[in-house]
């Protein structure tokens, strides 16, 4: 299993702030949010966004492995 967070917009969009999921054997950070934004009706686009998995920032084509946490990252505003 691995866990997902989302933030910001996306944790609105998804109507969670986390979930636990079991990931396809060869599925990459981009293609388990691809998955995702089909199923949660997310809107960003990968350009978007930054991927952390395991609490560093990775490139979408990371693969992913069971006890990972994937965090999708939008872009934050301040104030």
């Known amino acids: 299993m ?8 996306l944790a609105e969009q998804a109507g969670r702030q986390d979930e636990w999921l079991s990931p396809d054997p060869s599925e990459t950070a981009g ?3 691809d998955r995702l934004a089909r199923q949660r009706g997310l809107t960003l686009s990968r350009q978007q966004l930054r991927v952390a998995i395991n609490e560093r920032f990775a490139d979408w ?19």
Request: charged share 10%; proline share 7%; hydrophobic share 55%.
């Open 2 to 9: 691995i866990r997902v967070l989302y933030f910001a917009a």
């Open 31 to 33: 293609l388990l949010y």
């Open 61 to 79: 084509s990371a693969a992913l492995r069971a006890g990972d946490q994937v965090a999708f990252l939008p872009p934050m505003s301040g104030g």
